[in-house]
């Protein structure tokens, strides 16, 4: 099944204890993004891949680092995490450039920093 | 600046009535539009899109839009609502930008819809 894998759902953490949020596909997907679900906000991207080994920031980076290492996974990475960090986080993938018809998203990882 | 609004916070709907949620957007050129719906405890799921062609699109679970060039809108309707469609619902716009694309989200829509 196509799918985009993320781990853990749920994650209860205290502040400045580093943690990594796991992110996989199976789709073969060029492109994988980091979001944040907040109310009132909808979705806001952390940061993107365009392909192995290029990344850049999306609209809310700080606090945040995300690596790709391989084409399948994109671990999005909390150094230092605080309490505004608490959010929905999700993952997801498309193809690559003019392919990029949508997403497919991963069923989220809801964090809270105490 | 380039930006999807989705006007309304809830939408309530009986069952069996004709639902439309709302979405407005402001993008320079050609837009790449997009429905996608979250049920409670997951992950966004795709409903349809609007890349060319006709402006009534056709999608999952009965779902359609259509794309109103003049007005800037892709309104999300269905002809008769279900209880199984309550669900939180976002409206989102392909846009070009560093040599590829980033996709902006509006607020969401939760439509409730009553038995």
């Known amino acids: 099944e196509a799918q985009v894998t993320q781990n853990p759902r749920y994650l209860i953490t205290v502040t400045g204890k580093k943690l990594t949020v796991t992110c996989s596909q199976n789709?073969?997907?060029?492109?994988m993004s980091w979001y944040r679900q907040d109310p009132g906000l909808g979705l806001r991207q952390i940061y993107y891949s365009m392909n192995v080994e290029v990344t850049d920031k999306g609209d809310v980076p700080e606090g945040y680092k995300v690596s790709r290492k391989e084409k399948r996974n994109f671990p999005l990475i909390l150094e230092s995490p605080s309490p505004n960090q608490t959010s929905l986080y999700f993952c997801a993938s498309s193809q690559g450039g003019h392919r990029n018809y949508g997403y497919t998203f991963g069923s989220g990882t809801r964090l809270t920093v105490v | 600046a380039q930006s999807v609004a989705q006007p309304e916070d809830q939408v309530n709907v009986a069952e069996g009535n004709p639902l439309t949620v709302k979405c407005t957007y402001s993008v320079s050129g050609n837009p790449y539009l997009f429905w996608y719906v979250q049920y409670p405890n997951r992950g966004l799921q795709f409903l349809l899109k609007?890349?060319?062609?006709?402006?009534l699109v056709k999608g999952s679970y009965g779902f359609e839009a259509e794309f109103n060039k003049s007005q800037t809108s892709f309104h999300l309707k269905k002809p008769s609502a279900l209880v199984s469609d309550s669900a939180l619902y976002f409206c989102a716009v392909r846009v070009p930008t560093s040599g590829t694309y980033k996709y902006i989200f509006g607020t969401g829509t939760r439509l409730k819809v009553l038995a």
């Open positions: 609007y890349i060319t062609g006709d402006n």
């Open positions: 789709m073969n997907h060029e492109y």
